[in-house]
């Protein structure tokens, strides 16, 4: 650790003032299917070692969790060490199940909604809800919209970079995120089942680091090329991993937007400027990539993203903003001020410890 990181470290902890976007649920148990044929991908909670349990997928063992997966009382306590207030919190994104049918996929995510819900009930505040949604049938899709912002009362919710191999910019999905925006719903849209897989090579674990930035940034251009928030101008939409590969396209987008006209015909505005309107986390675990997206995007339109409580996850954010960061009234609007607007909360309710 650097001597810069190290201070800025040690600064964050007494700080505990940021607000993390991106965190995510398994919990303690998982329904059982209310129907005759269980669907070949249910998931399901088995035991594994002391305070663990293992997510099982179609019989087998898809990820291994510890009980920070689902208790507020130890997220919260990792929350003090980590520099943070707040904590949106959504299904782990393999649970989104846009590949089970639709009635099946919405009794899941019922209950993940409800779970989490209760999880932001009990945490005095520290916790947000971010819920989820069918979209492989969007009238179910809206219909799970209505019950997340009307009865539990949440103002965001997570989706995938791709619904069954289809980006959030494809025409079908524009009613539901048309939606969104009259809600005053925010969309974070997460990584999931990335394109291009067959192509990597060596370990497994190489596919969120490298190929989820892939998927999340050809899920944020889909988002530019389809004009989705010229044409819905109040959407909040937020991506993980930092918008992915995005800020790398941009400038390949600009220049074919100027050499072909349907491109420009498609982009009224420009592709660089609509992205300046996205939110995108700050997860790039690097102070010259950190500093690229200021650039790129703005200081208005980062906020914090940890992954936690996965292994890949960044474990310090706050302090990782501040060694990268000079600038205080920058660092307050990444830390804390973007994600309390992105979510539509308020940044001073929490008691936050001195």
């Known amino acids: ?46 035991p594994a070692h002391a305070c663990h349990r293992h997510v099982m997928v179609a019989g087998t063992v898809y990820r291994t969790v510890s009980d920070k997966a689902w208790s507020p009382t130890r997220r919260i306590d990792d929350m003090e060490t980590m520099g943070l207030a707040q904590q949106a919190i959504s299904p782990m994104p393999e649970l989104l199940a846009y590949w089970m049918d639709a009635a ?14 209760e999880m932001a009930a009990l945490s005095g505040n520290r916790l947000v809800g971010m819920g989820a949604v069918p979209l492989q049938d969007i009238d179910l899709a809206l219909a799970e919209l209505d019950y997340v912002a009307d009865k539990l009362g949440f103002k965001a919710i997570e989706v995938g970079s791709n619904i069954n191999g289809k980006a959030p910019g494809a025409p079908e999905f524009a009613p539901f995120f048309a939606a969104c925006a009259d809600k005053g719903v925010a969309v974070f849209v997460h990584a999931l089942k990335p394109a291009g897989t067959e192509r990597l090579v060596g370990p497994d674990k190489l596919l969120p680091a490298l190929a989820y930035p892939t998927d999340v940034g050809l899920a944020a251009a889909s988002v530019l090329t389809s004009n989705l928030i010229g044409r819905y101008p109040h959407l909040k939409m937020a991506f993980s991993h930092g918008g992915g590969t995005l800020a790398s396209l941009l400038p390949r987008l600009e220049q074919a937007r100027q050499v072909f006209p349907a491109l420009r015909e498609a982009m009224p505005v420009s592709p660089s400027e609509q992205a300046r309107q ?77």
């Open 1 to 46: 650790m650097s001597v810069a990181y190290a201070g800025a470290h040690q600064h964050a902890a007494a700080c505990t003032c940021g607000i993390d976007v991106h965190a995510h649920v398994i919990p303690h148990d998982l329904p059982r299917y209310l129907g005759n044929i269980i669907p070949a991908s249910w998931p399901s909670m088995a």
């Open 104 to 117: 099946p996929a919405c009794q899941l995510l019922r209950y993940l909604n409800e779970q989490i819900a």
């Open 278 to 354: 996205l939110y995108y986390d700050t997860l790039v675990f690097d102070a010259p990539t950190l500093n690229h997206l200021l650039a790129c995007f703005g200081a208005d339109q980062l906020m914090i993203g940890t992954d936690y409580p996965f292994a890949f996850h960044d474990a310090s954010p706050v302090a990782r903003i501040a060694a990268a960061v000079a600038a205080p009234d920058v660092r307050a609007r990444l830390v804390t001020h973007n994600a309390a607007r992105f979510l539509g909360i308020d940044a001073g309710a929490p008691t936050i410890n001195p």
